[in-house]
């Protein structure tokens, strides 16, 4: 993985101690709040519904274990003993008194970490997928470009005040693990015919209160104009993005508005910066700068291609082979898999964990993953660089870990956000959605028989838990004062098993808190009767309609009210 030079150590270190300064200067009252707000949410630090929040930035998933050690060491220092993993490959917490946030910024300094352009109206923390440089479907390991992309966004001074967050995700697969449809830029780096490096540029993607899937801007673009082209279309966007509305704000509005116009008009800016290259001042990427940032994502020392394993006997324990089926990945190497520890355990939010837990994740990855780890968009860690031979002991350590839950892409690995109990912004709690449905599918069997399914909950409207792009999407909405959630079906964020990317579509008015998980058992029992032998949920949705699961749902409804009636 990518270590930070003495340059990016000498940067963070710095931004750190500007932070302590801002910090003292507010707290002695020597700062407003309104200029003190705009440093520290520079920083990645929020004030939410009970505490300061601070956003962590993990580039593109990428994770050391000495990384999460400190990490946990935040967690049982600072905050409440545990942090929240992202669908955008961030660290969250939610309770780190404001005047220790100097320290914690000199302790994430410390082993190469920061906050910075975690929020604000910039280009974001850089995703990518989680199996990025270990896929057995890549082509291209697309993280070279992602932290050429790290290097050339952070703190760039043109784009600091765009009219609002700017998002890119980049993958090297055929299939799409990353979501690019759904964000602001979505890349794709691809060979040509010609066996040429480029990307497939994708624009004006975005959930929120208007879902948009992003278009297809150029095809193929050589890999050494990607940050020129990029620099073009936020040019573009900076200059005729509104900035009166922040609900009309995100380039995806822009884009659908604008149609060809908006193409035309990154095609100008785009040949402008290369037409008028004075000085050699336009960012066209040379091959010794590519091959130089390559280099910190060789092959970790003594990982090579080994003769593969053989398959587990047939006595093996009936729980390591189900979590063969589905916690363990293809690799691109031979003899090697890619693990993924899952974070969603009944008893805790999906997503969260624990300082201890934070510890034993980095010490399973010193054992078999050779100290590197993985966030990924559904908000589980990763193993890259498993052995096939060691996959047994580390089921054991999983197990004893609590990482075993061998549930991954199956109802109970849902993506949530934190909701009602920690953002101001939400209008609904989904931390208890998610805790009340994980109980209510508890059974394994149960589990396997239903069968691929992703389960997205967001608290408001601005979508962090992605639910327009969930199979089954809930969101919380303010309804007289109480909380109340849509049901959305039909929604896919690009994968393979979903088809491509499409945003959900809402089955009818929305249901009490204590309705919901009814709801959910009900929309599961009618997939079970109108599926076909071997269906996906997803692919059923499609074939019969969503008809027979609104009246299933509405039926819970009805069942409520003749209850409450009684």
Same mark, same amino acid.
């Given at each position: 993985?990518?270590?930070?030079?003495?340059?990016?150590?000498?940067?963070?270190?710095?931004?750190?101690?500007?932070?302590?300064?801002?910090?003292?200067?507010?707290?002695?009252?020597?700062?407003?709040?309104?200029?003190?707000?705009?440093? %520290?949410?520079?920083?990645?630090?929020?004030?939410?519904?009970?505490?300061?929040?601070?956003?962590?930035?993990?580039?593109?998933?990428?994770?050391?274990?000495?990384?999460?050690?400190?990490?946990?060491?935040?967690?049982?220092?600072?905050?409440?003993?545990?942090?929240?993993?992202?669908?955008?490959?961030?660290?969250?917490?939610?309770?780190?008194?404001?005047?220790?946030?100097?320290?914690?910024?000199?302790?994430?300094?410390?082993?190469?970490?920061?906050?910075?352009?975690?929020?604000?109206?910039?280009?974001?923390?850089?995703?990518?997928?989680?199996?990025?440089?270990?896929?057995?479907?890549?082509?291209?390991?697309?993280?070279?470009?992602?932290?050429?992309?790290?290097?050339?966004?952070?703190?760039?001074?043109?784009?600091?005040?765009?009219?609002?967050?700017?998002?890119?995700?980049?993958?090297?697969?055929?299939?799409?693990?990353?979501?690019?449809?759904?964000?602001?830029?979505?890349?794709?780096?691809?060979?040509?015919?010609?066996?040429?490096?480029?990307?497939?540029?994708?624009?004006?993607?975005?959930?929120?209160?208007?879902?948009?899937?992003?278009?297809?801007?150029?095809?193929?673009?050589?890999?050494?104009?990607?940050?020129?082209?990029?620099?073009?279309?936020?040019?573009?966007?900076?200059?005729?993005?509104? %900035?009166?509305?922040?609900?009309?704000?995100?380039?995806?509005?822009?884009?659908?508005?604008?149609?060809?116009?908006?193409?035309?008009?990154?095609?100008?800016?785009?040949?402008?910066?290369?037409?008028?290259?004075?000085?050699?001042?336009?960012?066209?990427?040379?091959?010794?700068?590519?091959?130089?940032?390559?280099?910190?994502?060789?092959?970790?020392?003594?990982?090579?291609?080994?003769?593969?394993?053989?398959?587990?006997?047939?006595?093996?324990?009936?729980?390591?082979?189900?979590?063969?089926?589905?916690?363990?990945?293809?690799?691109?190497?031979?003899?090697?898999?890619?693990?993924?520890?899952?974070?969603?355990?009944?008893?805790?939010?999906?997503?969260?964990?624990?300082?201890?837990?934070?510890?034993?994740?980095?010490?399973?990855?010193?054992?078999?993953?050779?100290?590197?780890?993985?966030?990924?968009?559904?908000?589980?860690?990763?193993?890259?660089?498993?052995?096939?031979?060691?996959?047994?002991?580390?089921?054991?350590?999983?197990?004893?870990?609590?990482?075993?839950?061998?549930?991954?892409?199956?109802?109970?690995?849902?993506?949530?956000?934190?909701?009602?109990?920690?953002?101001?912004?939400?209008?609904?709690?989904?931390?208890?959605?998610?805790?009340?449905?994980?109980?209510?599918?508890?059974?394994?069997?149960?589990?396997?028989?239903?069968?691929?399914?992703?389960?997205?909950?967001?608290?408001?409207?601005?979508?962090?838990?992605?639910?327009?792009?969930?199979?089954?999407?809930?969101?919380?909405?303010?309804?007289?004062?109480?909380?109340?959630?849509?049901?959305?079906?039909?929604?896919?964020?690009?994968?393979?098993?979903?088809?491509?990317?499409?945003?959900?579509?809402?089955?009818?008015?929305?249901?009490?808190?204590?309705?919901?998980?009814?709801?959910?058992?009900?929309?599961?029992?009618?997939? %079970?009767?109108?599926?076909?032998?071997?269906?996906?949920?997803?692919?059923?949705?499609?074939?019969?309609?969503?008809?027979?699961?609104?009246?299933?749902?509405?039926?819970?409804?009805?069942?409520?009210?003749?209850?409450?009636?009684?």
């Amino acid at each position: 993985m990518y270590h930070y030079n003495h340059f990016d150590q000498h940067f963070v270190h710095q931004r750190a101690a500007q932070y302590r300064d801002q910090l003292e200067r507010h707290l002695s009252g020597r700062l407003p709040e309104d200029d003190f707000r705009a440093l %520290r949410l520079q920083n990645g630090w929020y004030v939410q519904r009970h505490a300061p929040m601070l956003r962590v930035a993990v580039p593109y998933g990428e994770l050391s274990s000495t990384q999460l050690r400190a990490l946990g060491t935040i967690a049982r220092e600072y905050d409440r003993g545990y942090a929240h993993f992202t669908t955008r490959q961030n660290c969250q917490f939610n309770w780190i008194p404001l005047d220790r946030s100097a320290d914690v910024m000199d302790d994430l300094a410390n082993v190469n970490m920061h906050g910075i352009q975690t929020s604000g109206n910039c280009i974001r923390n850089i995703t990518s997928d989680g199996l990025a440089g270990v896929a057995a479907d890549e082509d291209i390991d697309p993280r070279p470009y992602c932290e050429l992309l790290r290097q050339w966004s952070t703190l760039h001074p043109e784009f600091a005040f765009l009219p609002r967050k700017f998002k890119i995700a980049v993958t090297g697969a055929t299939e799409d693990r990353a979501a690019i449809a759904w964000h602001d830029i979505g890349l794709q780096v691809i060979k040509n015919a010609a066996g040429e490096v480029g990307f497939k540029v994708l624009v004006g993607g975005g959930m929120g209160r208007t879902p948009v899937i992003g278009v297809t801007i150029r095809e193929f673009l050589p890999w050494q104009q990607i940050l020129v082209f990029i620099e073009a279309i936020v040019r573009v966007y900076n200059r005729y993005g509104r %900035r009166d509305n922040a609900y009309k704000a995100r380039i995806k509005i822009l884009v659908k508005a604008e149609g060809q116009k908006f193409f035309d008009a990154v095609d100008a800016e785009f040949r402008n910066i290369l037409e008028n290259d004075v000085g050699g001042t336009a960012h066209i990427l040379p091959a010794s700068e590519l091959a130089r940032v390559a280099q910190g994502f060789a092959l970790p020392e003594g990982v090579a291609p080994v003769p593969a394993a053989k398959s587990p006997s047939f006595d093996a324990p009936q729980a390591f082979g189900r979590w063969l089926e589905r916690n363990v990945h293809g690799h691109k190497l031979s003899g090697y898999r890619a693990v993924t520890l899952s974070l969603k355990r009944a008893g805790q939010a999906p997503g969260d964990a624990t300082a201890d837990q934070m510890d034993a994740a980095a010490d399973i990855a010193d054992r078999f993953s050779h100290g590197e780890l993985r966030v990924t968009h559904d908000q589980n860690l990763l193993l890259p660089w498993v052995r096939e031979t060691e996959l047994h002991a580390l089921w054991q350590a999983a197990q004893a870990a609590g990482f075993a839950t061998p549930n991954i892409g199956l109802l109970t690995d849902m993506i949530a956000c934190p909701g009602g109990d920690f953002c101001a912004l939400a209008n609904a709690r989904s931390i208890p959605i998610a805790e009340e449905i994980t109980q209510r599918f508890a059974e394994i069997d149960e589990l396997y028989d239903i069968g691929d399914i992703d389960l997205h909950i967001s608290g408001c409207i601005n979508s962090c838990g992605h639910h327009h792009s969930g199979h089954i999407g809930i969101l919380g909405v303010d309804k007289d004062g109480k909380e109340w959630y849509q049901i959305s079906l039909g929604g896919s964020d690009g994968s393979r098993i979903s088809g491509g990317s499409v945003a959900g579509k809402v089955i009818g008015p929305s249901f009490a808190a204590d309705e919901v998980t009814d709801v959910m058992e009900a929309i599961i029992d009618t997939y %079970r009767v109108q599926r076909t032998a071997d269906e996906l949920f997803i692919d059923t949705v499609k074939r019969v309609g969503l008809d027979p699961f609104k009246a299933s749902a509405n039926a819970v409804r009805r069942s409520t009210a003749l209850a409450h009636s009684a």
